[in-house]
């Protein structure tokens, strides 16, 4: 029989430590941060526990719903996108830590409505990233960002929401996989807690993440080669026929995901621009700048193929930028092929 010591094994640990999430973020935050923004991270953790365990029941009621005995497949899947999107604004709004959120949802920015306080921070965020993903039971994830407001005296307008990745104070995201994990960086390294189910707390399972110097893995969808220019076309070439033997080739279709695999073991992700699409598919402001924010964070580094995302001013809040982020010189690569093929 195990017994309950044994069981305690199976729980994440960190030098032998049980160390909560909300425990982590009171002791490594600094002082002049251990307020709005600690609450702000704390509740983007238990949304990831609320979208965690919607996104599990999806999944069963799928199977159920094969059985014959309730089917809510396809619809309630396709809402998903939308669940999670109310869950961070019902979580958030009145809270009085925000002064605005984005979120890839929503055309407009989300206002905090008048009846609550307006906080000094912004958060930006894609509900569910990979959400195509969902039917196949493949792991999507939630990304966010979050910014302080650039005048207390006037917070909440859009200028708030249009800040270059470089001024982020915060990043993260929550990955629903074989098990749920967050990852966030605040500036002072990336670090992972795994959700233990059980227990619905998440716990430190990785401190300072780092790209490993041997990266094992390069990730875009070949088959948008078709429409990719010479540069991306050799560089994709390189990676598969020049460069490193070892490195092998996945790519899932959840950008979170196939970045949290590319930081565990090392490697680069590219969502290029096309000749007919120049800015590709992925939203700057709350997929691809929180992202370029953890990877620097994490001695890696995010481009737009010529230069640093978190460089970039985003003049809308759902614009679009192609993406190669990971391993600091896979990604250096990628730009010096596209200069090298550009016309
Ligand atoms: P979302 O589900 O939030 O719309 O994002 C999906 C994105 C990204 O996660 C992924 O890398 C990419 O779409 C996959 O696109 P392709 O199917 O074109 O490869
Ligand atoms: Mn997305
Ligand atoms: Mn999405």
Redesign the pocket.
């Known amino acids: 029989m195990t017994s309950p010591i044994n069981d305690l094994k199976n729980l994440p640990t960190v030098d032998g430590k049980f160390i909560t999430i909300e425990r982590f973020l009171l002791d490594t935050q600094p002082q002049y941060a251990r307020g709005d923004l600690t609450a702000i991270l704390y509740d983007m953790a238990l949304a990831g526990k609320i979208i965690s365990s919607q996104t599990r029941r999806a999944g069963l009621l799928d199977v159920l719903g094969l059985a014959g005995k309730i089917n809510v497949q396809g619809e309630s899947q396709q809402k998903l996108?939308l669940i999670a999107d109310d869950i961070i604004v019902r979580l958030m709004d009145h809270t009085g830590r925000l002064a605005a959120m984005v979120t890839?949802e929503r055309k407009e920015f989300v206002r905090i409505p008048e009846k609550y306080r307006k906080g000094s921070y912004i958060l930006v965020y894609?509900?569910?990233?990979?959400?195509?993903?969902i039917d196949t039971n493949v792991s999507?994830g939630t990304?966010f960002g979050i910014y302080r407001v650039l005048d207390d005296d006037t917070p909440g307008i859009l200028e708030d929401c249009l800040q270059p990745g470089r001024s982020l104070v915060a990043a993260g995201y929550i990955l629903y996989g074989t098990s749920t994990i967050l990852v966030y960086s605040a500036g002072q390294g990336v670090h992972s807690f795994t959700l233990e189910p059980s227990l619905g707390e998440f716990l430190l399972s990785q401190e300072n993440m780092r790209f490993s110097d041997e990266p094992d893995f390069y990730s875009?969808?070949h088959?948008?080669g078709k429409t990719w220019d010479k540069g991306m076309r050799q560089y994709a070439k390189w990676l598969r026929d020049e460069h490193d033997p070892r490195l092998s080739y996945r790519?899932?279709?959840?950008?979170?995901?196939?970045f949290h695999r590319n930081l565990t073991h090392g490697g680069v992700?590219c969502?290029p621009g096309s000749p007919e699409k120049p800015n590709g598919?992925?939203?700057l402001l709350y997929?691809a700048a929180p992202l370029a924010f953890l990877a620097e964070h994490a001695g890696g580094y995010g481009s737009n193929g010529e230069k640093n995302l978190l460089e970039i001013v985003p003049s809308d809040i759902h614009q679009r930028t192609p993406v190669f982020i990971g391993n600091r010189y896979l990604v250096e690569k990628a730009e010096e092929f596209l200069a090298k093929y550009k016309e």
């Open positions: 996108d890839e894609d509900p569910l990233d990979g959400s195509s993903n999507i990304i875009f969808n088959a948008a790519y899932i279709g959840s950008m979170v995901a196939d992700f969502y598919k992925i939203r997929e």
